[in-house]
T-cell receptor
Framework: GAGVSQSPRYKVAKRGQDVALRCDPISGHVSLFWYQQALGQGPEFLTYFQNEAQLDKSGLPSDRFFAERPEGSVSTLKIQRTQQEDSAVYLC????????????????FGEGSWLTVV | AQKVTQAQTEISVVEKEDVTLDCVYETRDTTYYLFWYKQPPSGELVFLIRRNSFDEQNEISGRYSWNFQKSTSSFNFTITASQVVDSAVYFCALSEAGLSNFGNEKLTFGTGTRLTIIP
């Protein structure tokens, strides 16, 4: 499809297990974002890529969280030794330009990966 | 630090009524961008509008309209003649896009307003 694609859509992990969440942004989009959305809350910023460069990882909650985008397209968010507090929806988003000041630089979101840690 | 407040947690209206969703924001930047997104049960955030801080003109798109008032730091969203398909969670968001942040348009979201349209 033409939108942002995320997989898996649903993941149940046992506490302590490592998980990897994949994001396929819209083709040609320079900027890629990861957000975490807890139940009943708004999304919260995790990290930002401009092509393959991770320019902002200030929102990653701990060093158990790691994100990469090695070829500037597909991105993976990895969570090591998952904890129950990691249960959330992880949203990926992309935009065509790298500058917010470009008029009409819309940010498109995927449907999210719903992670439950038991 | 920037902040977005959506004081209305849940709203229910009968179909065909008009409804306004409130959004109040805080920022120290003079250049910023405001957004509304719709989140249906599927989970995807659907883009509705983006407005920059220099454009205070109100906007209308079909049954949707937005009222941006810098003086009160508000960016309210009105749906006229509501329909059942409008039922969703609506998020207001803010980005500060100064030259110092490498074009990182990271969004600060409010906590959302769950809108239920009763048939």
């Amino acid at each position: 499809g033409a939108g942002v694609s995320q997989s898996p859509r649903y993941k149940v992990a046992k506490r302590g297990q490592d998980v990897a969440l994949r994001c396929d942004p819209i083709s040609g989009h320079v900027s890629l974002f990861w957000y975490q959305q807890a139940l009943g809350q708004g999304p919260e910023f995790l990290t930002y890529f401009q092509n393959e460069a991770q320019l902002d990882k200030s929102g990653l909650p701990s060093d158990r969280f790691f994100a990469e985008r090695p070829e500037g397209s597909v991105s993976t968010l990895k969570i090591q030794r998952t904890q129950q507090e990691d249960s959330a929806v992880y949203l990926c988003a992309s935009s065509l330009f790298s500058s917010a000041q470009v008029s009409g630089n819309t940010i498109y979101f995927g449907e999210g990966s719903w992670l439950t840690v038991v | 630090a920037q902040k977005v407040t959506q004081a209305q947690t849940e709203i229910s209206v009968v179909e065909k009524e008009d409804v306004t969703l409130d959004c109040v924001y805080e920022t120290r930047d003079t250049t910023y961008y405001l957004f509304w997104y719709k989140q249906p049960p599927s989970g995807e955030l659907v883009f509705l509008i983006r407005r920059n801080s220099f454009d205070e003109q109100n906007e209308i798109s079909g049954r949707y309209s937005w009222n941006f008032q810098k003086s009160t730091s508000s960016f309210n969203f009105t749906i006229t003649a509501s329909q059942v398909v409008d039922s969703a969670v609506y998020f207001c968001a803010l980005s500060e896009a100064g030259l110092s942040n490498f074009g990182n348009e990271k969004l600060t979201f409010g906590t959302g307003t769950r809108l239920t349209i009763i048939p």
